[in-house]
């Protein structure tokens, strides 16, 4: 991985956590012992993640990639890539 994705990753694995954070309804990952999270969340589409960090989508996606099962979980549909749930960092891998 070259420094730009390294930046770029930490950029975009930050904004999918404070994104994904704010898009939750029913409870507050910051509050809620991560063993305690529903499996059900309202995922983060990369167009947000994008506008957001300032960078372009296709840029987001392939971060996403990279960080996919790593710090998020990612899914795909329609075209656009989100960002289902993030893997809290008292998870080990």
Request: net charge negative; no cysteine.
């Amino acid at each position: 991985m070259a420094p730009h994705d390294s930046t770029t990753d930490d950029v975009v694995a930050e904004a999918a956590l404070q994104l994904w954070s704010a898009a939750q309804t029913d409870f507050d990952p910051f509050e809620v012992p991560s063993q305690e999270w529903p499996k059900t969340a309202v995922p983060v589409r990369d167009a947000d993640i994008a506008v957001d960090t300032h960078l372009e989508v296709q840029d987001v996606r392939d971060a996403l990639e990279r960080l996919d099962g790593v710090k998020v979980v990612v899914g795909r549909e329609a075209g656009t890539v989100s960002v289902l749930r993030v893997i809290p960092e008292d998870v080990p891998l």
